[in-house]
């Protein structure tokens, strides 16, 4: 079906931001274009442009008029962990008390926690929870969701986990678009003596059990001292490529692992959080086209030193933010007031900002056909009510969400 959208105020298009690659972006390559028309069906984006010169081959299709909004590139959040039982608040005061997340997750509590909690909780339960949290980005404006199992960390449940993911994304369909990570490699449970048993007992046998059932989008791994080693990473990657499926790590979050440099040596589609990663890590990304997705919410809710944003920019790093929503390391669920927040610290220009949660965040997620107003592109967009784009970061935390 053919949709005529018109009088946007504003189309946020990021043609430009395109066409660099999202890479080295100026504020002018958001490409904003006034009072702006987009002609789309069901699967391309057709036509964008001024609503004054809608080509006349459309003249005799139905419009909508949306003045006073403007449209932009769907808002993606490309990392969360949001299928999880209980909470972890009291790990947020005892690190307020001076606790650090690495003491409390050698205590016991970190991941470990979760997974208790997770495990006594049904799977319907769980589904049911996850559900209330999708629902909720969603009415933020964000289209895409990436969501990560592993808080299971046993056969049965990772299994489970995986398979809620799944439910979600057949229960969203044609609303959302929900990208399934396997991520049974997130910790180390007490069963086993060290990560490589556990991978070769759990994570490489239910990756081959999952993968021919086709529901998996990519595999992620918490590269990091006490998680996960570089050979798990390389046995674990090793399986996935022969299955086709694109590889995700954590990398660099505590220590400079050189996680960065080893997720572009094993052509990863993005390395997230990032923030001990040293210049090596920065010169191998700019390189490559592995995304580099940075979390800043991490960092405020840890009270960490944040990534070197503006190293990997300045060097052509392609740059995406996600939320990290997750019930331990950062409680947050907004991906656009976590951006907002981090904007001035990273010292990131508006286009470098705005890239970073659409057209980079599809691309840490290995998609290439969405991200920019632009025909041939899908025509997938977030419209926000709201006159100008300055105003979505410029109250931090307001919803401006129209849903059409
Ligand atoms: O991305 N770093 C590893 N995993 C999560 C933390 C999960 C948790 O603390 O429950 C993260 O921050
Ligand atoms: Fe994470």
Redesign the pocket.
Known sequence: MLNIYQNFTQAVTLQNALIKDGRHLLPSDLSIIKNAAIVFDDNNILWVGESSKIPSQYSNSPTQNFSGKIILPEIIDC?T?LV?GGD?ANEYTMRLNGAS?EEI?NAGG??VN?MKQTRLMSRQKLFEMACTRVNTLASYGVGTIEIKS??GLNFEKEYELSMIIHELKQKFKGKLQIINTFMAA?AIPKEFSCSSEYISNVVLPLLSKLAPEKILDAVDI?H?KN?FSTEDVLALFKLAQQLNIPCKM?VD?FYDNKGAVLAVQSNAISC??LLMTGDDGVAALARSSTVACL?PG?GFFLGKPQAPARKFLDAGVRVAIGS?Y?????HCDNVLLIASLAAPQYKMNQAELFAAITLNAAHALGIKNQGALVPGLRPRFSIFNTTQLDNLTYHWGKNFFECH
């Not at 997750?326 to 950062?330: K, M, V």
């Open positions: 990392h962990h999880f972890r997340y997750a970190g991941i979760t592993g808080y997130h918490f990091e998680y954590h979050e997230d959080h979390l991490t990290d997750n019930p331990g390391s950062c």
